[in-house]
């Protein structure tokens, strides 16, 4: 193995993590960087590779909004945890579960007495000049006095060693999620040594979390409900809210999942309103009322804060604790430990001056060169900027602005970030990155819990010197090293459960996330019915001097289905590329395609993450085709793996799927989604003047996936009547008409058993109408043409009833399962 410090520098002014000033291996790494030695680069490479495939394989991701290929970026791990002793652990602990009571304690003040205002301890502009500074929430006691369920504090290690508070995370935390992943995957990798090296469980920090909630969750009575409320799939953290609701057994909901009816939340269920009664929300403040807030928010819940104030639910954080995270407030907040606690900070805040105060915007304009200047609000569009950066003239322009308007600015001083190493598997050796830490506490009822470990976030390159995970950033997992805290490993919930808690369907599953589900259903089919059609129209194209009539009659019916643009848009070859890719055309497969990969983003709780992973490759297989150098042999092959990934989705379905209400809705979207293509095609083709040209027939056939089952049960050619049979009436060909209605009925049936749903008798008489369809008709010679175009033409009516049928039922379905109103409403309204 080659020598992994070989060049590994050490950087002047900075700390190192794993080297001391002597350039020897801390003591504390020894044992792991022991086994780095003893490990050959193929072995670590095999580690590596571990890590990269397990965060494929559990849709580990993190948006980058920056980035145009930003949405559903993997989620950057090192090989390399980053090692805290546990008696320097301690301290830490010790630092932010003081600093976690006092910010709780100041938010108390603030929206209560205001003495700290009022004796000066905190300027009023900083405070009251927030837009995270609701009015509205002026008085408002939380359950127990607790306003910060869940904490974070950004640190930095200064080059001395000690650690250094940069940012205070109040409103609503995120990583905490991502640091218990990178803990499952990263111990996987190196299961021996972290056995040896007794790293502190993190599951008891969960636990905590999860029994303060329903401590103080005003449940009168009642098992309490708790909801993880989420902004939805384009939060750079969706994935962490996925995974933190699945941890915690919590439903994930969005904002049109809950109402306020009576001052009280309610989850939109299928089966009806559920009291909800907390709410652990990854939204920002101002978002969350609608009604009392933020006017234009469409992500929160309208009358929330007044279901708040009545004391009716939990909301953790509490409303309006986001303007804590104001870079101007850890410059007062010694003198205010002082005043509250009676004591000293033991973790200071890196040194930093509200420049809203006369004495320190001199001392700032002063030093600019030698400080980061940021803005004291969020709402302001300003940069952070590092005067040491800036000419001459832009450090005068900077100065000028400072002084026009003092108190929206605070000056800082530059952190010096620690170096961590990180693997390098191409050069095969250790290279340092500039690394921050986030450390998280949650409310118990002794204090504040600190988390044994956190999210260890590494920069992207060897000379960066801002961490940031929208800048492209990695993660490590953390390892408090020592002796270990009780609670098992891996996580599990300790509630005790018997027969009386046994539960045969999730009782909280929410109406968007049904509704979604069916949509799921009903696009995963209308991608596989158009790539099918399309397939057939493309091959027969290419071969178009052998079977003209094949291909004139399927896109006769591509143009009246609304699969393929009219003769009006231009030539036949830009009209099936516009088919198949088009952007303009709503309904191109590709647009279809976009729309199933939306709903899945929506239910992506409920699908394994190796089909959401295929779901993301279709999607971008795509987009990278190109509809102007695109042949049609690419097209042709991208199709067969459409329908190869689609079936194999379908097959997930069946297969794995939970019999639960959720799949129930997503099996009747593809029922009704099949039952209306069939039938739109089926009395489409039976009115044109190819129903008994055999090409034509061949097709019908593979537009019904019946082709194979054709060719075994005949041995000839396609004719009319088999074809009609096998594709109007088999009951057992799940591509049939009689089948699609027959599993639409018991569908509707069992869901009627449950919900009390009145039979659908129009769809049962055409159900019987159909069983009972005579074909004799189509082959007895006592009858003319005329006569057998009448049969045709009785039969293609029959299904566009059928068709309208199940319209009509979809319509109703929605009105009763997804929309919640009134009864008295709902009857008006149909």
């Known amino acids: 193995m080659p020598d992994l ?42 580690r590596q590779a ?77 405070v009251f000049g927030h837009n995270n500074y609701l009015w509205p929430c002026l008085g408002v006691q939380p359950p127990g006095g607790t306003y910060l369920h869940l904490y974070a504090v950004d640190l930095a290690r200064a080059p001395d060693g000690r650690w250094w508070v940069t940012a205070d995370r109040t409103q609503a935390p995120s990583g905490a999620g991502y640091a218990l992943e990178n803990r499952q995957i990263v111990s996987r990798a190196f299961p021996d040594l972290y056995r040896d090296l007794r790293v502190q469980y993190l599951a008891g920090f969960f636990r905590t979390l999860q029994d303060t909630l329903a401590r103080q969750a005003p449940a009168e ?104 995270e104001s870079p101007g407030l850890p410059g007062f907040l010694p003198a205010i430990a002082e005043k509250l606690l009676g004591e000293e900070l033991l973790l200071p805040s890196i040194a930093s001056w509200w420049c809203g105060e006369p004495p320190v915007l001199d001392k700032a304009l002063d030093k600019l060169d030698e400080l980061l200047v940021r803005a004291s609000f969020p709402s302001q569009s300003f940069a952070p900027v590092f005067g040491r950066d800036l000419d001459e003239t832009q450090r005068a322009e900077l100065a000028e602005r400072l002084k026009a308007r003092p108190y929206a600015y605070v000056a ?28 998280f506490a949650v409310a118990s009822a002794d204090g504040y819990r600190v988390m044994p470990g956190g999210l260890t976030r590494v920069a992207v390159d060897a000379d960066a010197e801002v961490v940031s995970m929208q800048r492209g950033g990695a ?7 020592g002796e270990r805290s009780t609670g098992g490993e891996p996580w599990q919930w300790l509630r005790p459960l018997g027969v009386a808690d046994l539960v045969r369907s999730d009782p909280y599953l ?105 779901l993301l490759e279709l999607q971008r297989e795509a987009q990278n085709l190109d509809a102007e150098q695109a042949d049609f042999g690419e097209l042709l092959d991208f199709l067969n793996r459409v329908l190869m990934s689609l079936a194999a989705l379908s097959g997930f379905a069946l297969d794995d799927m939970t019999r639960d209400d959720g799949w129930r809705f997503l099996m009747i979207g593809r029922c009704i989604e099949r039952l209306q293509f069939l039938c739109d095609s089926l009395a489409n083709f039976l009115r044109s003047s190819a129903a008994h040209d055999q090409s034509s027939l061949e097709w019908l056939l593979e537009l019904g996936n019946s082709s194979i089952t054709y060719r075994t049960r005949y041995l000839a050619s396609a004719q009319l009547i088999p074809v009609l049979d096998l594709l109007l009436q088999d009951e057992q060909n799940p591509h049939s008409v009689l089948f699609q209605v027959r599993v639409l009925l018991r569908s509707l049936e069992r869901l009627g058993e449950r919900y009390e749903l009145p039979a659908e008798r129009r769809l049962e008489q055409l159900e019987g109408q159909l069983a009972r369809l005579s074909l004799s008709s189509l082959e007895n010679p006592l009858f003319g043409s005329a006569s057998v175009t009448d049969a045709l033409e009785g039969m293609a009516s029959l299904l566009e009833n059928i068709s309208l049928s199940s319209a009509d039922i979809s319509d109703r379905m929605a009105l009763r399962f997804f929309v919640h109103v009134d009864p008295s409403q709902r009857t008006q309204s149909s």
């Open 510 to 614: 929410p109406s968007r996330v049904v509704e979604n589900l069916y949509w799921f259903g009903r696009y995963s089919e209308r991608c596989e019915d158009g790539a099918r059609l399309l397939r057939i129209m493309l091959a027969r194209y290419v071969d178009d001097d052998d079977d003209p009539q094949a291909l004139q009659t399927a896109l006769g019916l591509a143009e009246s289905l609304g699969v393929l643009p009219d003769a009006d848009s231009g030539e036949l070859h830009q009209r099936l590329l516009e088919a198949v890719l088009g952007a303009e055309w709503p309904d191109s497969l590709r647009a279809n395609l976009q729309r199933l990969q939306w709903v899945a983003g929506s239910v992506r709780g409920k699908l394994s993450p190796a089909n959401w992973q295929a």
């Open 221 to 324: 009575g009642e098992t309490p409900l708790v909801v993880l409320l989420t902004s939805g799939r384009f939060n750079e953290s969706y994935f962490e809210h996925l995974y933190l609701a699945r941890q915690l057994g919590y439903p994930l909901v969005e904002g049109s999942d809950l109402t306020v009816r009576e001052a009280k939340v309610y989850l939109k269920t299928l089966a009806g309103l559920r009291r909800v009664h907390a709410v652990l929300r990854r939204l920002d403040d101002d978002f969350c009322d609608p009604l009392e807030l933020r006017t234009d928010s469409a992500l929160g819940v309208p009358g929330l804060l007044e279901a708040v104030r009545q004391g009716h639910v939990l909301v953790a954080n509490a409303l309006g604790s986001g303007v804590l």
């Open 475 to 481: 993660s490590k997992d953390t390892w408090v090293l």
């Open 5 to 46: 410090l070989a060049d590994y520098p050490l950087t002047a002014g900075a700390y190192h993590e794993l080297l001391d000033a002597q350039g020897q291996v801390r003591p504390h790494w020894r044992r792991l960087f022991e086994r780095l030695q003893r490990s050959s680069p193929a072995q670590l490479a095999q």
């Open 50 to 126: 571990l890590l990269a495939r397990q965060i494929q394989e559990n849709g580990v991701t993190y948006n980058v909004y920056a980035e145009p290929d930003g949405a559903d970026r993997p989620w950057e791990l090192d090989l390399l945890p980053n090692l805290i002793p546990a008696e320097e652990w301690q301290q830490i602990a010790a630092g932010v579960a003081q600093r976690a009571g006092l910010l709780n304690a100041v938010l108390a003040d603030i929206y209560g007495p205001q003495q700290l205002l009022a004796d000066g301890l905190l300027p009023a502009e900083l």
């Open 412 to 439: 800082q001083a530059l952190a010096q970030l620690s170096q961590a190493p990180v693997w390098q598997p191409e050069e095969g050796t250790l290279a340092p990155r500039a690394i921050g830490m986030r450390v």
